[in-house]
């Protein structure tokens, strides 16, 4: 394999706006990556959409794309050895029974396993960014009208408005939010977790409250939207996709209404793609 190979994340609207053949042979000589928020999301599509979007990722991976994980792995993994996950994010064990396998048929005959894991995605964005966003405009609106005031004149592009927001974040205790957030009992040690800007635990965090506070704005400028439920659970999953930008190199996006803008201001070192034509040869891999 090439030296320190670039890493290539590609999210559902990719899968879905570009066409598959292209995809496949983009795999063959790049290192991308198909994370669980990508089966996660062909999995829970449309029951009419669902077995051609499972095999759109069963074709990429058998192609040669890899499977990754998504947060839970990752914050467990260092809150477990207290150190931060490794650069290398494809799961070879993982991504070998794939290939073995048909992911079709593994999730079509668990269909209970798969509701089960919706609602419980589905809970946790809830409870993210729907109830801390709703409590942080409780507080704001009694205690800090001044800060209130502030959020609702923030930009109306959605990408100017990130920027903003990380520019805010970034200058609090994120170090602190990371022990306050993770669940106590994955932290082995607290005094030698989150200690920088190199753990992906403190990327979620960052990433996590720009949204809460995006949603803040959303509360600040009108009604939030009758499907907010529907919408909490889709941004958690774009989250997901731009928090592997951490450690990856580049993110093939379709999506302009949050992943494309939330990725180039989370990390505008990294690559933003929407088309494979747009990627350099620095992306390609020279397999052994």
């Given at each position: 394999m090439t030296p320190n190979p670039k890493q290539i994340i590609v999210d559902k609207d990719a899968l879905v706006g570009i066409n598959i053949n292209d995809l496949c042979d983009f795999a063959r000589n790049h290192l991308m990556l198909c994370s669980d928020t990508l089966l996660y999301e062909c999995a829970t599509t449309s029951e009419s959409k669902r077995k051609n979007m499972l095999d759109r990722c069963d074709r990429l991976i058998k192609a040669g794309a890899y499977y990754c994980p998504c947060s839970t792995r990752f914050l467990e993994f260092e809150g477990d050895l207290c150190c931060p996950y490794p650069p290398f994010l494809p799961d070879l064990n993982a991504t070998d029974d794939i290939r073995k396998a048909c992911l079709v048929d593994i999730v079509l005959n668990s269909p209970h396993k798969i509701e089960t894991i919706f609602s419980s995605r589905a809970e946790i964005a809830r409870a993210e960014f729907l109830k801390l966003s709703q409590e942080l405009k409780n507080s704001i609106d009694t205690e800090h009208l001044d800060v209130g005031k502030k959020i609702g004149q923030l930009p109306s592009d959605q990408f100017e408005r990130f920027k903003k927001l990380f520019e805010h974040i970034n200058t609090s205790d994120l170090r602190q939010m990371c022990v306050d957030s993770v669940p106590g009992e994955w932290i082995k040690d607290k005094a030698k977790f989150g200690l920088s800007p190199e753990w992906m635990s403190w990327q979620y965090v960052r990433l996590s409250g720009v949204i809460i506070q995006n949603?803040?704005?959303?509360?600040?400028?009108?009604?939030?939207?009758?499907?907010?439920?529907?919408?909490a659970e889709h941004d958690y999953q774009d989250m997901e996709y731009v928090l592997l930008l951490s450690r990856a190199d580049g993110i093939l996006t379709r999506d302009k209404k949050v992943v494309e803008p939330l990725a180039r201001a989370a990390f505008p070192e990294k690559d933003v793609f929407s088309n494979l034509d747009e990627v350099p040869d620095s992306y390609l891999c020279h397999w052994d």
């Open positions: 949603y803040h704005y959303l509360r600040q400028t009108g009604p939030m939207p009758r499907d907010e439920n529907e919408r």
